[in-house]
């Protein structure tokens, strides 16, 4: 069943109607606000001026963080704090090792040189 091209978009129908629709919203919230100068009473504030912005509502939510590490993590971080001092030993025992052998090239080639 071939399409008809002579018959109007169903999406373009809805979207006139939402048109039509936000017009005549946009004409009875002008009437009501005329309404409500002429009464002499003033405008209601906004709701959604009285709101902070959603950015500030998530900042200023308070982040729930533990004080002390849990009995497990303090053995995990015991763990890697002694790994991480044999490492540093290791590392320091090996730059004094290197350190030597460059003092001691240096002085094996100036005494050779002489």
């Known amino acids: 069943m ?12 809805k979207r006139r109607q939402l048109a039509e629709q936000e017009r005549l919203l946009a004409e009875k919230m002008s009437q009501l606000t005329e309404e ?7 405008l209601p504030p906004d709701p959604k001026s ?7 509502r998530e900042d200023e939510a308070p982040v729930h ?3 002390e590490p849990t009995p ?5 971080l015991a763990r ?8 540093f030993f290791i590392f320091v025992g090996l ?5 030597a052998i460059v003092i001691w090239l240096f ?5 050779n040189g002489a």
């Open 36 to 42: 409500l100068h002429q009464s002499g009473n003033p």
């Open 80 to 87: 890697q704090r002694q790994r991480d001092m044999v490492l």
């Open 107 to 111: 002085y094996t080639h100036v005494n």
């Open 2 to 13: 071939p399409w008809n091209r002579n018959d109007p978009d169903p999406i373009e129908i």
């Open 50 to 56: 009285l709101e902070p912005p959603v950015w500030r």
């Open 95 to 99: 730059f004094l090792f290197v350190v």
């Open 65 to 67: 963080r533990t004080l």
């Open 72 to 76: 497990a993590r303090k053995g995990a």
